[in-house]
């Protein structure tokens, strides 16, 4: 029985992608290193020492770890700045009614961000009244593909994973959710997130009634 929805943040309940692309755009103009929207998409869910990673070895550069957690702590200083430009109006389209819809049936609601920032996004959006559970890049250790921030997720809700539905836009954030036994929904183009039990091209189609209608055996 689904009890339990469990939220990714950026890509599902907004889109901070296009400040985390700024940021990092920011740092590797003051590197010299090569950084385009491409490569942007490739962070996509992964956490940020595993993005400058990604970003390094697209540019042939090896850097010593102390280096490696100074680049990547000034560009969380450059995107930080930037999350006070985040309103409640920035919610994707359909995101802030699915997730209304959720609380007035009593559904239990989690998020499962891989970002350290999700706290003070959520707080942008005004939209914290609308989780039971917080999970983000400072609960677990081991990031997506692992399950571990899903599993935190519906272990705080007190519920099993088979009981949830896990809602989220990056490849590996669907390979996380299927690692943990969790139902998923992929936000999303098939290339990326096609291996979903069920998959929309955007939030705006993601509504309770078309998902209670696809696992209908489990509501
Ligand atoms: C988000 C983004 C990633 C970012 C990660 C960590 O994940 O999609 O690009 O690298 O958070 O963010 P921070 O640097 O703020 O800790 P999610 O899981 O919300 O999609
Ligand atoms: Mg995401």
Redesign the pocket.
């Known amino acids: 029985m689904i009890k339990g929805f469990i939220f990714?943040?950026?890509?599902?309940i907004t889109d901070?992608?296009e400040l985390?692309y700024e940021a990092w755009k920011n740092l590797s103009d003051e590197m010299g290193w090569d950084f385009d929207r491409e490569l942007n998409e490739q962070?996509?869910?992964?956490?940020?020492l595993d993005?400058i990673r990604v970003i390094m070895d697209h540019n042939n550069v090896e850097l010593e770890g102390a280096k490696i957690e100074e680049l990547a702590n000034k560009k969380?200083e450059i995107?930080v700045a930037s999350l006070e430009n985040i309103t409640p109006e920035d919610y994707l389209p359909g995101a802030k009614v699915l997730l209304t819809h959720l609380r007035t049936e009593g559904f239990k609601v989690a998020l499962g961000?891989?970002?350290?920032?999700?706290i003070k996004v959520l707080e942008q959006l005004n939209a914290m009244g609308y989780f039971d559970v917080i999970g983000d890049?400072t609960s677990v250790s081991k990031s997506?593909p692992a399950p571990d921030i899903f599993l935190y997720g519906s272990e705080k809700m007190g519920l099993q994973p088979d009981d949830c539905i896990v809602f989220e836009?990056?490849e590996k954030?669907i390979d996380a959710a299927k690692a943990g036994g969790f139902y998923s929904v992929g936000i999303g183009p098939e290339e990326r997130v096609g291996h979903a039990d069920l998959r929309f091209d955007s939030m705006n189609e993601a509504t309770l009634f078309e998902i209670k209608s696809f696992f209908k055996d489990l509501f």
């Open positions: 990714d943040l950026d890509g599902v901070t992608a985390h962070l996509r869910g992964i956490s940020r993005s969380n995107y961000s891989a970002s350290k920032n999700a890049g997506k836009d990056a954030g």
